[in-house]
């Protein structure tokens, strides 16, 4: 079954989010990481400067436990505000079209 980890950022009001983006600039560059399926990053619609990222896997969900690639991500926001860090299991999945 397939989980992910979404790692979130929540700014700090001097953020500069290309300043962050920068530093994960390496992961537009491939990782190679086993059961990796895709990395997504998304910022907050209502313009907050909070972001996320999103790393899809297949297999089974870890449990409590995190990936490295997760980890290094989350170290790598640290500096830029609150971050949090979890690793969700599928429920279910909807196809539309």
């Known amino acids: 079954m ?3 980890e979404i790692i979130r950022l929540r700014a700090v009001a001097d953020f500069d989010r ?3 983006l920068k530093e994960l600039s ?5 990782v190679d990481e086993p059961g990796l399926d ?6 907050e619609a209502a313009g907050s400067g909070d972001f996320m990222v999103a ?3 297949n297999g089974d ?5 995190k990936s490295r690639l997760g980890e290094m991500i989350a170290e790598t926001l640290r500096p830029f505000g ?5 690793a969700w299991s599928t429920l279910a999945r909807f196809a539309y079209k």
């Open 2 to 4: 397939a989980w992910m």
């Open 38 to 43: 895709r990395i997504a990053l998304a910022a």
């Open 61 to 65: 969900c870890p449990g409590r436990r």
């Open 26 to 30: 390496w992961l537009s560059s491939g």
């Open 82 to 86: 609150l971050t949090g860090h979890a």
């Open 55 to 57: 790393l899809f896997w």
């Open 18 to 20: 290309k300043d962050a």
